[in-house]
Structure formats: C-alpha cells, structure tokens
C-alpha cells in the first residue's frame, strides 16, 4: 500500500477496527486511548474530538500535542518491516502505533506496552 493512500486514511475509519482488535483479545476500549494518549499527547477529550472530525493519519499526527519522547523506544516487526527502520517520519509514527495497538492485544502488560 502506498504511503499516501494510507496518510489520507481518517482515523476514524481505522480506530474501530483497533478497538476490536483489543477486546477480541480481551482489552478494553479504555486501554487503547491510553495507548493513542501516551503515543500523541491528545487527552481523552482531544482524542475523541479528532474522532468526530474524522481527520486523516497525516492531520491526526500534525495535530497530536507531543510525540511522546520514549517513542523511539518502540521497536519490533509490523507488516514485515521493523518499526525502527522506517525513514519516512509519518509512516513510522503509524507503524508505532499499530505496533503498540498489537502489543496490547497479545496481552503485554501496560507497563509493558509503554515504554517509559
């Protein structure tokens, strides 16, 4: 998939299927917006305002606060590739958080799933 079709994703279309991907596992809704929060820096109400803007991946990760700055403590395989390797800034803050969306899933304890 190329990188601009998936940066012209909303958000809002993806987030669901995070949703579900977590409490398939046996997560909760909650879990996943501290996931979405500790990553961007939006709180809770931030959060869910870009959800009901239904903004693209590009304007979700220009607007969020703070890239938290254990960020590049995020390391692993995600579709193929490793997070780390990743050149393009905005694909790699995506893939970030599919790979904290995924740890959560399998079960990774939050202390875990947050790299502080």
Not at 38 to 43: A, E, F, I, Q
């Amino acid at each position: 998939m190329d990188n601009e079709r998936v940066y012209k994703m909303t958000f809002s279309s993806v987030y669901p299927m995070y949703i579900q991907k977590v409490e398939k596992k046996g997560r909760a809704k909650e879990e996943l917006d501290t996931v979405v929060c500790w990553l961007t820096g939006y709180d809770d109400s931030g959060l869910q305002a870009q959800i009901e803007k239904e903004v693209d991946f590009e304007t979700f990760f220009a607007e969020a606060p703070q890239i938290n700055p254990n960020a590049h403590k995020i390391t692993g395989v995600i579709c193929g590739v490793r997070v780390e390797n990743i050149e393009e800034p905005l694909m790699q803050k995506i893939r970030c958080l599919d790979k904290l969306v995924d740890e959560l899933a399998k079960g990774k304890p939050m202390e875990k799933v947050l790299k502080n």
